[in-house]
């Protein structure tokens, strides 16, 4: 008898683009919703959560795969994940050099604090831009 906690899983990591990422065998998926970060192994109950701009690692065997998720849903039913995201890069699809740019004009700008300063963006695209780093290991 297979045990239903570490059989794998299917996933697919969704953006209006299409499918950014597919994969079956997977034994964990690990994101970030609004109240913190949460594990998922095949036979969890169905969930929707809404999701955080945070990476997804997703777990199979000795290899992990992590992803950045702009905000979006996680979906748990019957041993499929599924995650729909408006925005979502694989880690080797990060232009480094570019999200460090960002992160430092981000920063600029929310120390200077003009009157004119959407701090609500600024602060969006700061976090999107440790986002990429941290996803490439580069922060």
């Known amino acids: 008898m297979a045990d239903t906690l570490t059989s794998p899983m299917h996933v697919e990591v969704m953006s209006p683009d299409g499918a950014v990422f597919t994969a079956d065998s997977v034994d964990m998926v690990v994101a970030h919703a609004a109240d913190g970060e949460f594990a998922v192994m095949k036979g969890h109950l169905p969930l929707v959560a809404a999701l955080t701009v945070a990476p997804v690692r997703i777990k199979s065997g000795s290899k992990e795969t992590t992803i950045a ?54 602060q969006l695209a700061l976090a999107r831009a440790l986002l990429r780093l941290k996803v490439t290991h580069s922060l």
């Open 69 to 122: 998720v702009f905000n979006g849903f996680l979906e748990i039913n019957k041993d499929i994940v599924n995650i729909v995201a408006p925005q979502v890069e694989l880690a080797e699809d990060i232009d480094v050099a570019r999200a460090q740019a960002a992160k430092e004009r981000a920063e600029k700008r929310l120390a200077a604090r003009t009157a004119n300063l959407d701090v609500d963006r600024a």
